[in-house]
């Protein structure tokens, strides 16, 4: 075989090598064996072939130097692009795979985010339930020691008032309960749940008081909770020597058209009063209520201040307001 001829084989043995989309690098090995002939005689008569072997120059150089066939060359060709279109088509799929399952893991993910955050909404709903039944079961037996107290020491209003007896000394009081508001707002800072159990426990008060007075009526007594002095300080200053029987109330309610609908919700009360505590000095009220009221929210402090007292022209018999010194 001439050498022109050989020269002509190796060239097509390298083109239809890489035209063909194989992977492999080819080797002077491979292509001398191809064209039956030696390394020996490769490095001697075509080493400048070398390059296309290797992969150093492109292969389309030998098309435009080279006289093959113009058929094979674009068999070839057409072959390699239908390789690389079913390689294409192959890295979309497997693409488009990944994509899906990377779009059902976040679908996955944000699924149980939701769950958790569904689940998390109706516990807290369930707490906020058991803490309202709390409040209820706390007033239901602040209103049994009540009674059970008025039993112990003998008094019997109506036997009583029967027999003409003089009777001293009896004040009932009831004040709204908010352990339980408090100590929830102290955990969560949510003002919302805090005024519906604050709701809850005065309610409670008022039911308390309204079972009471369809036994007996008698005078109630509205002790504004303004988070300046004692409760019971102001009962046992105010009513230490009362020879009849009433109920006082403390009742944190700020504003007058509020406590206009608790006192119209009160059944049986022959007159109702308001006693209100009041101090001009900003010091005092803060040292009093740093000191007696710590667990109260702030919130509830700027409300009771910027409301206006009560006025006897809201229905109250009296209103009663009395400056609170340091210490009460």
């Not at 035209?19 to 080797?27: C, I, N, S, V």
Request: aromatic fraction near 8%.
């Amino acid at each position: 075989m001439a050498v022109s001829d050989t020269e002509a084989k190796i060239v097509q043995i390298i083109t239809d090598h890489y035209l063909g989309g194989a992977q492999e690098r080819l080797t002077i090995q491979v292509v001398s064996e191809r064209a039956k002939i030696s390394r020996q005689a490769f490095h001697k008569n075509y080493l400048h072939l070398k390059p296309y072997i290797t992969g150093e120059k492109p292969v389309d150089e030998l098309l435009v130097r080279e006289t093959l066939p113009a058929e094979h060359v674009i068999f070839q060709s057409q072959q390699l692009i239908r390789s690389l279109q079913e390689t294409i088509t192959k890295l979309r799929s497997g693409m488009q795979a990944e994509v899906e399952k990377i779009k059902q893991s976040y679908i996955t993910t944000l699924m149980n985010r939701d769950l958790s955050i569904k689940y998390s909404d109706l516990l807290r709903e369930e707490l906020k339930k058991k803490a309202l039944q709390v409040e209820i079961l706390k007033g239901e037996k602040d209103e049994l020691k009540n009674q059970l107290s008025l039993v112990s020491s003998g008094v019997h209003l109506n036997d009583a008032r029967k027999q003409g007896e003089v009777i001293a000394d009896i004040v009932l009081t009831y004040e709204a309960d908010l352990s339980g508001a408090k100590a929830l707002y102290a955990k969560d800072q949510d003002i919302e749940n805090y005024l519906e159990l604050k709701r809850v426990a005065i309610q409670s008060t008022q039911e308390k008081i309204n079972k009471f007075l369809r036994k007996e009526s008698m005078p109630v007594v509205i002790f504004q909770e303004r988070y300046l002095n004692r409760f019971d300080k102001f009962v046992g200053g105010e009513f230490a020597r009362a020879t009849s029987p009433r109920v006082v109330a403390c009742i944190p309610l700020f504003s007058r058209s509020e406590m206009k609908v608790f006192v119209a919700g009160l059944k049986g009360a022959t007159t109702i009063e308001v006693y209100a505590p009041h101090n001009d000095s900003d010091i005092i009220m803060k040292a009093q209520r740093k000191f007696l009221f710590h667990d109260v929210p702030e919130f509830e402090f700027k409300t009771a201040d910027k409301e206006p007292y009560p006025t006897v022209y809201d229905g109250f018999s009296r209103v009663t307001i009395f400056k609170v010194e340091q210490g009460d």
